[in-house]
Nanobody, 119 residues
Framework: QVQLVESGGGLVQPGGSLRLSCTASGFTFNNYAMNWYRQAPGKERELVAGISAGSSTNYLDSVKGRFTISRDNAKNTGYLQMNSLKSEDTAVYYC?????????????WGQGTQVTVSS
């Protein structure tokens, strides 16, 4: 059974840090790109950061220099280290694993974890 399970969300003060984790099972994690999305109330879901199977990374401009995405294939786990958090980072964060093949795409989603940045 394919699963992505997120953890690490919570309430943090502005300027604080959180580390989100996303643990995969039921598929070959190291063959997949892993991405973190977020969705704030009343807004569309947006891509925050991504890391390819080869560990190339990309970031939303507003989080560059503050967030770091990484992966540990031995643990089937991806991470999003979030530093210098701002109130506008408040959202539900979702991890996503994706693999695009010539004959089709495989995309899996986690259930989401709430991140609230507030004093």
């Amino acid at each position: 059974q394919v699963q992505l399970v997120e953890s690490g969300g919570g309430l943090v003060q502005p300027g604080g840090s959180l580390r989100l984790s996303c643990t995969a099972s039921g598929f070959t994690f190291n063959n997949y790109a892993m991405n973190w999305y977020r969705q704030a109330p009343g807004k569309e879901r947006e891509l925050v950061a991504g890391i390819s199977a080869g560990s190339s990374t990309n970031y939303l401009d507003s989080v560059k220099g503050r967030f770091t995405i990484s992966r540990d294939n031995a643990k089937n786990t991806g991470y999003l280290q979030m530093n210098s958090l701002k109130s506008e980072d408040t959202a539900v964060y979702y991890c996503n694993a994706a693999r695009i093949r010539s004959f089709g795409s495989y995309v899996y989603w986690g259930q989401g974890t709430q991140v609230t940045v507030s004093s």
